[in-house]
């Protein structure tokens, strides 16, 4: 079975600068997807970045870019120009790419709480 | 709006009542899933349909019941909760393999029920 761990509990940035989140998982699957998720007070889990293991070109959404080291299985968050509005609790998460009759499982990390300091 | 709506969004309940919860998505998603959020854990995934079809069932108690009458609508019938059943109930959908989507389709969530138990 495949487990992800974030081994932050929490991380607190400067408002502007750049925070970096870790992200570890096991898995024997050489074909897979991660993600990161964030989740504000409202409570709603919103789609961060996500990366296919297949590429060896790591993510970028505008301030958030990864870290995706394959054999090390590590898959860390960059985020940059650290905004107030970013300040949540994040998760990583694994999928397999096995094409399975079910659903689309993904399996979670226990987060990260960011807090970001004016 | 989030395409994803849960009601209610609080709900207190005694050991011996039944209740139910609601999610419904408005995305044309084929998958949908119930996870369960508690403290210092990481997210539990609990149900997944797929075209209204239960597809996976995550050792879940028989306390919990789901229901999928069609692909937009997604129920948790609860009775007979435990105070250790507290928690966030998050509901997420996505287009899952058999509607086409890819590995990498993410999951929409909800704003979850924030469920206590007493």
């Known amino acids: 079975a495949q487990t992800v761990t974030q081994s932050q509990p929490e991380m607190s940035v400067q408002e502007a600068e750049t925070v970096t989140l870790s992200c570890t998982y096991d898995?024997?699957?050489?074909?897979?997807?991660l993600f990161w998720y964030k989740q504000p007070p409202s409570r709603q889990m919103i789609l961060v970045i996500r990366?296919?293991?297949?590429?060896?070109q790591n993510a970028t959404e505008n301030r958030f870019s990864v870290n995706f080291q394959k054999a090390a299985k590590s898959f860390s968050l960059k985020i940059s120009d650290s905004q107030l509005g970013d300040a949540a609790m994040y998760f990583c998460?694994?999928?397999?790419?096995?094409?399975?009759?079910?659903?689309?499982?993904?399996?979670f990390g226990e987060g990260t709480q960011l807090t970001v300091n004016p | 709006e989030t395409g994803v709506t849960q009601t209610p969004r609080h709900l207190v309940m005694g050991m011996t009542n039944k209740k139910s919860l609601k999610c419904e998505q408005h995305?044309?998603?084929?998958?949908m899933y119930w996870y369960k959020q508690s403290a210092k854990k990481p997210l539990e995934l609990m149900f997944v349909?797929?075209?209204?079809?239960?597809?996976e069932n995550n050792s879940v108690p028989s306390r919990f019941s789901p229901e999928c009458p069609n692909s937009s609508h997604l129920f948790l019938h609860l009775h007979t909760l435990q105070p250790e059943d507290s928690a966030l109930y998050l509901c997420?959908?996505?287009?899952?393999?058999?509607?086409?989507?890819?590995?990498?389709?993410?999951?929409?969530f909800g704003n979850g029920t924030r469920l206590t138990v007493t």
């Open positions: 997420a959908s996505s287009q899952g393999p058999m509607g086409g989507g890819r590995g990498n389709s993410p999951l929409h």
């Open positions: 990366q296919e293991a297949y590429k060896q």
């Open positions: 995305l044309g998603h084929n998958a």
């Open positions: 898995t024997s699957e050489s074909d897979y997807y």
């Open positions: 349909y797929n075209f209204k079809e239960q597809t």
């Open positions: 998460a694994y999928r397999s790419a096995r094409r399975e009759t079910s659903g689309s499982r993904l399996t």
